[in-house]
């Protein structure tokens, strides 16, 4: 099971343009100047006053003056739940939200489709689209299943010809796909690609040399599908003028690739402040781009090794020097294939770090304990959990200010050994109490140190705990770990994303009900005893939008327990439970605008099965799709 370490942050949001009214006035006489009043005393046909609108010089009758009112106000209108809200009270209100609405995020790709998507919103200047279901980060979701940019990018091309910003999320596009950005937005600014695949280097020599005004291009944790033969010079093909880069994120790209234009490109960038490099460039090459761009506050180091061979290898004092003069950094990731003789070359930047990515390094406890004593302002750490709870406790007495913390398994079997346990979480929550979110892959588990971990960190918001190995128990007592989770949700108020694994029952399930009010994602392994458990979920987690479940002992009655909450989810995950096609199709039959899709674990299997392996449920304003692969039966 791989584990995803992607990390992408938000670019500055995109200033909202002048509004296009959803109606105008009524032609007027001729004679009459641009700034009169329309004829007839000042009135409409209904006798109703007019009032003059003061964003485009010209007069508008009575029932435009709301929608005027209204999109100056909308405006200022950021959050997607509030915009939502406003589009809902009348027809005014739908109308004028459209026209003001500039990001459109899409958390399925099927939920809506393109053409009525563009239809309503005409003003968009960023997309934010999402494909597959998460699960696909750990390999459940079929090769081939779908989630494919190019419907979108068909619609969107004709539709917002002003676009500068296109997120995608578990994707799949094509170099042709990539080719259609630059030819239809010539004003693109920024492209951020995280989990997709189906491209190569030709797709990024594309935007590279096409996007004339691109800021940010960000490349994480994607699947290149490149052929060694084939592979292009895409550093290169970037303008030979200065650029207006500020964000250049390829750690993914596992191919080599131009040092010397890179070199070039980060000289002539004076913008840039976020740069993440592949594993191809070594230290001696990283100091050269440091010198390069000294403003950096973002930076993926690549290998971190020296150069094999080269004669010429930096010490860590000329490593350390280079490190000094960026006095901008604040985020530090990279360490690919590190070499751990240079690691104190870092200790000059340490205490202004606010973000350290150690998630690819296999550092030990002795290791880290001298960096990390440095780390006083750090804010969040991502680590392997080859440092140990020793390594955790150096965390929690440096740390006070952490805010979030994922330890990854360097081994993700269910047989592996792990070296961190409840030890390790108990001394963070002891340590870095103002922490609000936490991703902790282990072993070794009790309930004590997760109680003490809701008392400690009141302010958690996520708390993801992924006890690795089938049916868990407190390693101490034996017992269920219900109560540990069931004091998560009773003390941590502000918690929306929730993660439970380990040998839990029904009342584990009864407690997330009865006290998780606000969990919008719940994510579900190994976990629960009886189809009650789904049903406390389903009646009681009121804003649930995300449910995922994995090997677990969930059939039929646990899914129908929740046909009257399935619309107001976003969507539904089971993975290797005990669902039925009978069950399933029930489902179906009672909810016909839910798209319920079930697939096989062995695509190529023939005939017709009784049980389901996996389910897949989300709530479609298009209806089913039409480019579902043949494992996929769609009821």
């Known amino acids: 099971m791989s584990t995803p370490r992607s990390s992408s942050s938000s670019p500055d949001p995109i200033p909202n343009p002048s509004v296009t009214l959803a109606g105008s006035p009524g032609m007027r006489d001729a004679e009459e100047g641009p700034d009169s009043p329309p004829s007839r005393m000042s009135e409409d046909g209904n006798g109703g006053a007019w009032t003059p609108d003061l964003r485009c010089g010209r007069w508008a009758p009575p029932d435009q003056v709301l929608e005027i009112v209204l999109e100056s106000v909308l405006e200022f209108l950021t959050a997607a739940r509030d915009r939502n809200a406003a589009s809902l009270v009348c027809r005014s209100w739908y109308r004028a939200e459209a026209q003001t609405r500039r990001e459109l995020f899409i958390g399925n790709c099927y939920a809506v489709s393109p053409r009525r998507a563009v239809e309503r919103f005409g003003g968009v200047r960023a997309v934010v689209l999402k494909g597959k279901p998460r699960f696909a980060d750990f390999s459940l979701v079929p090769q081939g299943w779908g989630a494919y940019f190019s419907t979108w990018v068909a619609a969107l091309g004709p539709a917002y010809p002003c676009l500068e910003r296109i997120f995608l999320k578990r994707m799949t596009v094509s170099d042709d796909e990539l080719a259609l950005i630059p030819k239809s937005f010539p004003l693109f600014k920024e492209l951020s690609l995280v989990c997709c695949d189906g491209f190569s280097t030709r797709g990024l020599a594309t935007i590279a040399e096409g996007c004339r005004h691109l800021r940010v291009l960000d490349l994480t944790e994607d699947y290149f599908h490149e052929d060694e033969n084939q592979v292009v010079d895409w550093i290169s093909k970037f303008p030979e003028c200065n650029t207006m880069l500020e964000s250049l994120v390829f750690d993914c790209v596992g191919v080599p690739f131009n040092f010397e234009a890179l070199e070039a490109l980060v000289a002539r960038s004076p913008a840039l ?130 805010r979030e913390l994922r330890v990854f398994p360097l081994d993700a079997t269910e047989d592996s050994e792990g070296s961190v346990s409840d030890i390790g979480l108990q001394a963070i929550s002891e340590g870095c109490r103002k922490l609000e979110s936490i991703l902790y892959f282990c072993q070794r588990m ?190």
């Open 446 to 635: 009790t309930n004590a140190a997760v109680i003490a971990m809701s008392e400690n960190c009141p302010d958690l918001v996520v708390f993801r705990l992924c006890i690795m190995g089938r049916h868990r128990p407190d390693r101490i007592t034996g017992e269920p770990m219900d109560e540990g989770f069931g004091a998560i949700v009773m003390n941590c108020k502000k918690l929306t994303r929730l993660s439970v694994s380990g040998l839990l029952t029904d009342k584990a399930f009864a407690y997330i009900g009865k006290y998780g009010k606000l969990i919008k994602t719940l994510s579900v392994a190994f976990a629960g005893n009886s189809d009650m458990s789904l049903q406390h979920v389903f009646e009681g987690c009121i804003r649930l939008q995300k449910l995922e479940v994995r090997d677990s002992p969930f059939g039929d009655k646990g899914l129908l327990s929740g046909m009257n909450y399935f619309y107001n989810m976003r969507f539904f995950w089971m993975n290797s439970c005990r669902l039925t096609v009978k069950g399933c199709r029930d489902l179906a039959q009672q909810m016909p605008n839910l798209v319920v899709e079930v697939m096989k674990d062995h695509p190529d299997e023939e005939g017709e099965i009784d049980t389901v392996d996996k389910l897949y449920l989300y709530r479609s304003l298009a209806g089913p799709r039409n480019d579902a692969p043949s494992f996929v039966n769609i009821l």
């Open 273 to 402: 402040r976020q740069l993440r490099v592949n594993d191809h460039v070594s230290i001696e090459q990283l100091r050269r781009l440091m010198a390069r761009a000294p403003h950096i506050t973002h930076l993926g180091t690549g290998s971190f090794h020296s150069e094999p061979g080269s004669g010429g290898a930096s010490s860590v004092s000329e490593l350390a020097t280079s490190f000094a003069a960026t006095r901008s950094l604040v985020c530090l990731s990279g360490f690919l294939d590190f070499n751990a003789e240079y690691l104190p070359a870092i200790y000059p930047v340490c205490v202004n770090l606010t973000s350290l990515n150690f998630s690819f390094a296999s550092l030990t406890a002795e290791e880290l304990i001298p960096v990390i004593c440095h780390c006083i302002s750090l804010r969040i750490f991502w680590v392997l959990d080859t440092v140990g709870d020793e390594g955790l406790q150096a965390v929690a007495e440096t740390c006070s200010d952490l």
